[in-house]
């Protein structure tokens, strides 16, 4: 068998073309979305579908608090997940001046332990979760939608309109978008019905990009991201200014131009996928009999028990604002745009060049054939984040400027409350599926779109604001 056909072989039911939920998307959110539905509502048939041949690591790898809150509620405590993720505690932030020598440090650590993830190992755990409790996750099908033209929010009925019953008129439920598969193995078949949609496609935006081009927020300057991977050479040496650099924070350099992060993870990226999911098994079969998570074997020998070498990382990149000129020939830098532009800001502070030279090690390759990442216009919002039928979560919705680890941290209220409220429409009577369902959906884009994404980017901008400067 394949990877792919390995994971998708651990399904718990076969493909039969309808559901009553269809998640688009295997990322983390995707996935935490349809666990929180499936444990409040366990009779809903789901599916998810990932276009994606198996999980694969990528940017957003910090959590806080959020998201360890609901790893507990909605999987297992904490103690279990430390066995495969990297312990985190807070944030730590370093100003340093413009002329890169002189640092202060602020941390603001005891915000809850969470956890560094290690996206491959972690969306592998909460897929084989997922599929513990009853819900389908295909792996290398891509997805795709049709909607009608008034697909997104309905405006154009009251909502007593909507409850009020016609004689003669036979009731007719809210539509959903048609939702097309493209498996990579022709397996299963190239469509499902689908009673609502979870758009939950990332950067993507299967679903949301239907009704318009992503917005930008009201501001003057948005962030591009240029990152790699190194592993820890000599940290002893590391000068006394950096207050607490061993501490597992997640911790952030600022400069006038934007901050850098240092994330440690465990990585898992040199195991194979079969063994993975093997030792995933050890802990959720161990968690079902009721076994103490200090009774499961630690890390060290769960991984020698399985064939799982893993080894300690850190994910290092620049958030840079996009309002600061570069200069015109960056070529002394490196031979492409990602290495030229993590050098520029590396060797502009002494600093930072000093710790990058001789504390850390960088390593080629080490996802495959790129050794460093870009990612630009990191800050913004879907127009239509909701609508008949349909709900979007996560980056199909928006992001936001990553200073304080929102991705997965912000992301996981969005999908907990989309969940409550996928429950709710789908237990309304069928008399008042269609009111439920667009009140559901102008709840959802009040939420994300007026709220959360507004008011994360202003808290971002806020915190960038008070730490990029060493005197504020």
């Not at 539509?175 to 939950?200: E, F």
Request: proline share 5%; with cysteine.
């Amino acid at each position: 068998l394949s990877d792919t056909q390995l994971l998708n072989s651990n399904n718990p039911r076969g493909f039969t073309g309808t559901a009553d939920v269809v998640v688009a998307g295997a990322g983390m959110l995707g996935l935490c979305y349809a666990v929180h539905l499936k444990n409040i509502a366990p009779d809903l048939k789901i599916d998810i579908f990932e276009k994606s041949l198996t999980p694969i690591q990528k940017i957003g790898e910090s959590t806080l608090s959020p998201f360890a809150t609901f790893t507990t509620g909605d999987v297992l405590p904490y103690d279990y997940l430390l066995r495969i993720f990297a312990l985190k505690d807070g944030l730590h932030f370093y100003s340093v001046d413009q002329e890169g020598r002189e640092v202060t440090a602020q941390d603001i650590g005891g915000l809850d332990i969470a956890f560094q993830l290690d996206r491959r190992m972690s969306e592998l755990f909460m897929t084989m979760w997922a599929q513990s409790l009853g819900i389908n996750v295909y792996h290398g099908v891509a997805v795709d939608f049709e909607v009608s033209a008034g697909g997104s929010i309905t405006t154009d009925l009251s909502l007593d309109e909507l409850t009020i019953p016609k004689p003669d008129i036979p009731i007719r439920p809210f539509s959903t978008p048609k939702v097309l598969l493209k498996d990579s193995s022709n397996t299963i078949g190239t469509s499902i019905d689908a009673r609502l949609v979870c758009d939950a496609s990332g950067f993507s935006r299967r679903l949301t990009g239907k009704f318009g081009a992503r917005e930008k927020f009201e501001s003057s300057w948005n962030t591009n991201a240029y990152w790699t991977y190194f592993r820890e050479k000599n940290t002893s040496i590391i000068e006394d200014r950096l207050l607490a650099w061993d501490y597992p924070a997640t911790k952030h350099l600022c400069f006038p131009e934007g901050w850098g992060w240092f994330i440690g993870l465990i990585s898992w990226e040199r195991a194979p996928l079969a063994n993975l999911m093997d030792l995933c098994a050890q802990i959720i079969t161990s968690a079902a009999a009721g076994i103490p998570a200090d009774k499961i074997p630690c890390t060290r020998a769960l991984s020698k028990t399985f064939n799982c070498p893993y080894e300690f990382i850190t994910s290092i990149g620049w958030a840079v604002r996009d309002d600061f000129q570069l200069p015109s020939d960056l070529s002394s830098y490196g031979s492409g745009e990602g290495e030229q532009k993590f050098n520029f800001f590396k060797k502009r502070y002494p600093t930072i060049d000093k710790l990058l030279t001789e504390s850390y090690e960088i390593l080629p390759n080490y996802y495959g054939k790129f050794t460093y990442f870009v990612k630009k216009g990191l800050a913004y919002r879907s127009p239509v984040v909701a609508g008949e039928g349909w709900l979007a979560i996560g980056n199909s919705a928006g992001f936001t400027n990553p200073l304080i680890s929102p991705g997965i941290n912000a992301g996981v209220a969005g999908s907990w409350s989309a969940a409550n409220l996928t429950a709710q429409v789908l237990a309304a009577p069928a008399h008042e599926a269609k009111r439920a369902m667009m009140a559901a959906a102008k709840e959802h884009q009040r939420f994300m779109y007026d709220f959360a994404l507004p008011r994360l980017f202003n808290m971002n901008r806020l915190w960038h604001n008070a730490f990029r400067d060493h005197r504020l």
